[in-house]
């Protein structure tokens, strides 16, 4: 009997040490587009807002001329910069992004944030056997002044040729069966520039510090297509997935012929602890699609719609 109870108790307090944690984490705030302005006047760029919680704002590296295995890459399939931006109900603005890069550039972007404070998070590439060389750097800060923030992230732009205007081009017709490829993924993608896109959001509650963070801020395995002609397309993306999860994404990416490019961490204190991993091969695009579907089925995440 004193055992049980013992036992009891203990499940008690346990309980209420994690309703205590839960209770002590703070949530992101809703806003609204104008509520960004000075963040899109300091980036020169108007973002988007998804969820009204995250701003995002993209600088697709249209400048460079990349090919990766013969494949002309595309700015939306694998080449885009962007910072995203949260607000919280305790007034401050977290800010986290990724940044595209040449080799000559890195050194220039990595003073530049940090002489604004930006802690880097990973510094890694993307793709395979690419030129030329490509190095992606994420970042992270958080702080009472958004537009501080992104005055920083601004900077470190300049220290590159990431062109500053948006440019929309012409809208591309896609050389893809999308239904198909829709079909073996198990949900509908979306159209942009080109590139046929997927996103899954990790079902889990994820934090920074005692902040939560929406899947907006690159909390999200992402799954792009880009036509290679005849039915084919390349794939390019990453997976985020819990410790436990990376195995049995990696066997079902080989299973399908898919490339690892590279395993890592995009943050320095999240928790649950993710690891993310790059991917590429380039193929017929349906029987890509059921062997990242088999992929995705390996890590507890969901569509974001």
Known sequence: MVVLSACSAGQADQQQQDQQSSEALVEP???????????A??????????????????FPRSDL???????????????????????????????????????EELPGVTDA??????????VHQHLLDHEPAVWWTHFHAHGQDAAALAQGVDEALEATATPREAQDGPSQE????????DEAMGTQGR????????????????TSGDHVLPSGMGVAT?????????????????????????????????????DIVALHNHALNDQPRLFYMHFWANDDAATLARALRNAVDQHQVEPTG
């Not at 694998?78 to 890069?101: P, Q």
């Open 174 to 181: 896609l050389d893809l069966d999308t239904a198909a490829v």
């Open 191 to 206: 159209a942009q520039g080109g590139v046929y896109k997927f996103s899954f959001a990790r079902t889990g509650q994820v």
């Open 41 to 58: 006047d300091a980036l020169g760029r108007e973002g988007q807002l998804s969820d009204d919680t995250v701003y995002r704002v993209g």
């Open 65 to 103: 001329d990349v090919t990766s295995r013969g494949v002309q890459i595309g700015a939306g399939f694998a080449l885009g910069s962007y910072a995203a931006f949260t607000r919280y109900e305790d007034g401050t603005t977290m800010m986290m992004g990724d940044l595209v890069v040449t080799e």
């Open 29 to 39: 705030a809703t806003t609204q587009a104008q509520d960004w302005a000075q963040v």
């Open 222 to 258: 992402v799954i792009n297509f880009q036509p290679t002609g005849g039915g084919k397309a390349a794939v390019n993306g990453d997976f985020v997935m819990t410790a436990d999860e990376v195995q049995g994404v990696i066997q079902a990416l080989r299973e399908g012929g898919i």
């Open 113 to 122: 944030l940090q002489d604004n404070g930006i802690d880097q998070t990973a």
